[in-house]
């Protein structure tokens, strides 16, 4: 398995395929706010501080897609091929986002379970709780001050 972080360079090619995976893996778990940023993301958006989208591949095949923007303030998501689950390539695309952008949040369906494990064991802790719009209950996680330990 190898990471890949996308450059501006790689938005145009990449971005059908990283919708289908999302729409295909993504277990409907995915924000429409998320598929949105992802369906109109300028490759400049790429160089903005806070802003990454991140790859894990086996050979050729995607793997993993985890996208932030705003150090997660207003997205973050990652999504793992079904196949895949249960290896931890959710855990280390989040751990590999935090290292690289020292700090991250991310906001959590209460529901979503498997989630909430991963950014727990990523060194996200939960700083509050809010009503989605779709009226879940959501929790808002974020990385300790300076980033991860350990």
């Not at 501006?8 to 924000?31: P, S």
């Amino acid at each position: 398995m190898r990471w890949l972080e996308a450059k501006r360079e790689d938005v145009e090619r990449w971005k059908k395929r990283w919708l289908h995976f999302i729409v295909r893996h993504g277990n409907r778990r995915i924000t429409s706010e998320a598929i949105q940023w992802v369906i109109h993301l300028d490759p400049l958006e790429l160089e903005a501080p806070g802003t990454r989208v991140l790859l894990a591949l086996e050979d050729e095949t995607l793997i993993g897609l985890c996208g932030v923007k705003e150090y997660g303030k207003s997205i973050c998501f990652i999504v793992v091929h079904s196949d895949y689950r249960g290896q931890n390539i959710g855990r280390q695309l989040l751990r590999a986002q935090i290292k690289k952008l020292t700090r991250l949040e991310c906001k959590v369906a209460l529901d979503n379970s498997a989630s909430l494990r991963m950014c727990h064991s990523a060194g996200m802790s939960a700083v509050g709780y809010y009503q989605g719009t779709k009226q879940q209950p959501i929790v808002h996680l974020k990385t300790k001050v300076g980033g991860m330990t350990g």
